[in-house]
């Protein structure tokens, strides 16, 4: 009787770590990215705040 007390309670406890891996999963993934995309931000911002090296006149030739 003592085994299948065991039993059920290691199913039970598999079955609850198993509902709890997709949340854990999916959080990292999204921590993961998030902190991809500031460091590609990061790069990014030095030339996105660099003046404009080629004058724009609005003028277009045909």
């Known amino acids: ?3 299948r007390t065991q039993h059920w309670c ?3 406890f598999s079955m609850y770590l198993g509902q709890l ?3 854990m999963f999916a959080a990292g ?3 993961a990215l998030l902190e991809r995309g500031r460091a ?3 790069r ?3 030339a996105l705040d660099a003046p404009l090296t ?3 006149n609005g ?3 045909c």
């Open 10 to 12: 290691l199913t039970a």
């Open 54 to 56: 080629v004058a724009d």
């Open 44 to 46: 990014l911002q030095p």
């Open 1 to 3: 009787m003592a085994w």
């Open 29 to 31: 993934w999204v921590l």
């Open 21 to 23: 891996i997709w949340p």
């Open 59 to 61: 003028s277009q030739r």
């Open 40 to 42: 590609a931000w990061g």
